[in-house]
Nanobody
Framework: VQLVESGGGLVQAGGSLRLACAAP????????MAWYRQVPGKPRVLVATITTGGSTTYADSSVKGRFTISRDNAKNTVYLQMNSLKPEDTAVYYCAAGVMIGLRAFRSDYWGQGTQVTVSS
């Protein structure tokens, strides 16, 4: 199963980027979708999740009010709109598909290849 991310790049602090992740319909239609991010030498961190019905959680408090996760069920695509970007948002961002464990934990069953986001100061 292949999840394909796009939309990463270099942006100045205060700018915006929108990441997209396309998934096979068989995966997208039944799974919770999520975005993670990872900086070198540190574990991958869950950023946000969105259920098939559109319910969202933001696991990383540093992104609340700045990042928005959404999904387009007709396009089998999940998005991460990132506004007011900060240098500390610099990371490789990964898309994932899986299931919620309880109200806030998430188990990833499928991964994308990652897309680099670099925010310059």
């Amino acid at each position: 199963v292949q999840l394909v991310e796009s939309g990463g790049g270099l942006v100045q602090a205060g700018g915006s980027l929108r990441l997209a992740c396309a998934a096979p319909g068989t995966v997208f239609s039944v799974n919770v979708m999520a975005w993670y991010r990872q900086v070198p030498g540190k574990p991958r961190v869950l950023v946000a999740t969105i259920t098939t019905g559109g319910s969202t959680t933001y696991a990383d408090s540093s992104v609340k009010g700045r990042f928005t996760i959404s999904r387009d069920n007709a396009k089998n695509t999940v998005y991460l709109q990132m506004n007011s970007l900060k240098p500390e948002d610099t990371a490789v961002y990964y898309c994932a598909a899986g299931v919620m464990i309880g109200l806030r934990a998430f188990r990833s069953d499928y991964w994308g290849q990652g897309t680099q986001v670099t925010v310059s100061s």
